[in-house]
Structures are given as structure tokens and as C-alpha cells.
């Protein structure tokens, strides 16, 4: 695994434990089921796009 991997499953490792914590902890008061539901959208779109750029170049490199 070269360094850039390594950072990008560690930020995703990151991304992953905050769709655990921050629903039940920050977004505890809000009441509608939206609040969590924002949150996981976006934080998925970051996911996919993170994994995008990880792989774009994955066939091309040596």
C-alpha cells in the first residue's frame, strides 16, 4: 500500500467512526430524522468522491 493509500483509508476510517458519533452526540437534539440524514448523505458523496480519486489513475500507475 503507498502512502496516499494509506492516508486516504485513514481518513475514511475517520469519515466512517463520525457516522457513528456525531449522529448520537451533535446531531442528538435534533429531533427530525433529516438531521441524520443530511449528514450521512454528504458524508457519502465526500466517501465517493475521496474513492474516485483514489482509483482514478489505479490501471495507469507502474
Known amino acids: ?3 496516499k ?5 485513514f481518513i475514511i ?3 466512517i ?3 457513528f458519533i456525531i449522529p448520537f452526540t451533535v446531531l442528538s437534539t435534533i429531533e427530525k ?5 443530511l449528514f450521512w ?3 457519502t458523496i465526500i466517501v465517493i468522491g ?3 480519486i483514489l482509483i482514478r489513475n ?3 500507475e507502474e
Do not use: D, H, P
Not at 430524522?33 to 440524514?37: D, P, R
Open 1 to 3: 500500500m503507498s502512502r
Open 5 to 9: 493509500e494509506g492516508v486516504f483509508a
Open 13 to 15: 476510517a475517520i469519515l
Open 17 to 19: 467512526l463520525s457516522a
Open 33 to 37: 430524522w433529516y438531521g441524520s440524514f
Open 41 to 43: 448523505t454528504l458524508l
Open 50 to 52: 475521496m474513492n474516485y
Open 58 to 60: 489505479w490501471g495507469k
